[in-house]
T-cell receptor
Framework: GAVVSQHPSWVICKSGTSVKIECRSL??????MFWYRQFPKQSLMLMAT?????????EQGVEKDKFLINHASLTLSTLTVTSAHPEDSSFYIC????????????FGPGTRLLVL | EDQVTQSPEALRLQEGESSSLNCSYT??????LFWYRQDPGKGPEFLFT???AGEEKEKERLKATLTKKESFLHITAPKPEDSATYLC?????????FGAGTILRVKS
C-alpha cells in the first residue's frame, strides 16, 4: 500500500520550453501533496505544498510563476516548469500524505529533468 | 526553528558488522519522527514513524528507537543491499524537515 507514482521518470528538453510532471497516489487519497527538489549529494529541498482544490503554498525563494502546481484531485498533482533553463535541471520528487490525517509522507520515484 | 542533525555523515561497514545511525532533533511538541531510505536516483522509501519517547519499531535488520532528544536507527548484521542514504525527518507545521542524511556503505 501507499504507492506514489511520477511521470515521466526522465525528461530532456530545450531551454525555453515547459515541462509538466505528474504525481499520482495510486492506492490512497491525498489531501496534501508536496514537491521537492534535490541536487546531487544534497538532501531534499521542499519547493511547495499543495492541497486539493486550493492554491499551492510555496517556500521562500521558489518562484511560483515558474513552478506552476495544480492539485486537481485527491490523487493527482502536477508540477509545470515553465520556460525551463539549464539551471532548472535537477531531480524533482513528489510526496503525498494520506487523507486519513497521518503525518507520514510517501514519496514518488522522482523525475530527472535535464534542460539543454 | 526546528533542526534535525544526523551523524555520522558517512559510515562504512563490513557485512555483518552492526552499528547505529543517529538523528538528533530540536522541536517543540514532537508530532512524529520519520526514517526513510533513499537509493541513488530514486525517491525516499518510508521505513518508520515514531511518535513518543520510548517507542521502538523493527523491520528486518533495522530497528528505530526514540528518546526526547534523538532517534537511533540500529542496523543488525547488515548486508550489502542495505547500502543507501538514510534520512531522518520531523514534522514542522504542515511539512517535514529533513536532516542531511547518513550515507551507509556495506562491503561484502
Amino acid at each position: 500500500g501507499a504507492v506514489v507514482s511520477q511521470h515521466p521518470s526522465w525528461v530532456i528538453c530545450k531551454s525555453g520550453t515547459s515541462v509538466k510532471i505528474e504525481c499520482r497516489s495510486l492506492d490512497f487519497q491525498a489531501t496534501t501533496m508536496f514537491w521537492y527538489r534535490q541536487f546531487p549529494k544534497q538532501s531534499l529541498m521542499l519547493m511547495a505544498t499543495s492541497n486539493e482544490g486550493s492554491k499551492a503554498t510555496y517556500e521562500q525563494g521558489v518562484e511560483k510563476d515558474k513552478f506552476l502546481i495544480n492539485h486537481a484531485s485527491l490523487t493527482l498533482s502536477t508540477l509545470t516548469v515553465t520556460s525551463a533553463h539549464p539551471e532548472d535541471s535537477s531531480f524533482y520528487i513528489c510526496s503525498a500524505r494520506d487523507l486519513r490525517g497521518y503525518e507520514t509522507q510517501y514519496f514518488g520515484p522522482g523525475t530527472r529533468l535535464l534542460v539543454l | 526553528e526546528d533542526q534535525v542533525t544526523q551523524s555520522p555523515e558517512a559510515l562504512r561497514l563490513q557485512e555483518g558488522e552492526s552499528s547505529s545511525l543517529n538523528c538528533s532533533y530540536t522541536v517543540s511538541g514532537l508530532r512524529g519522527l520519520f526514517w526513510y531510505r533513499q537509493d541513488p536516483g530514486k525517491g525516499p522509501e518510508f521505513l518508520f514513524t515514531l511518535y513518543s519517547a520510548g517507542e521502538e519499531k523493527e523491520k528486518e535488520r533495522l530497528k528505530a528507537t526514540l528518546t526526547k532528544k534523538e532517534s537511533f536507527l540500529h542496523i543488525t548484521a547488515p548486508k550489502p543491499e542495505d547500502s543507501a542514504t538514510y534520512l531522518c525527518a520531523v514534522v514542522d507545521g504542515n511539512k517535514l524537515v529533513f536532516g542531511a542524511g547518513t550515507i551507509l556503505r556495506v562491503k561484502s
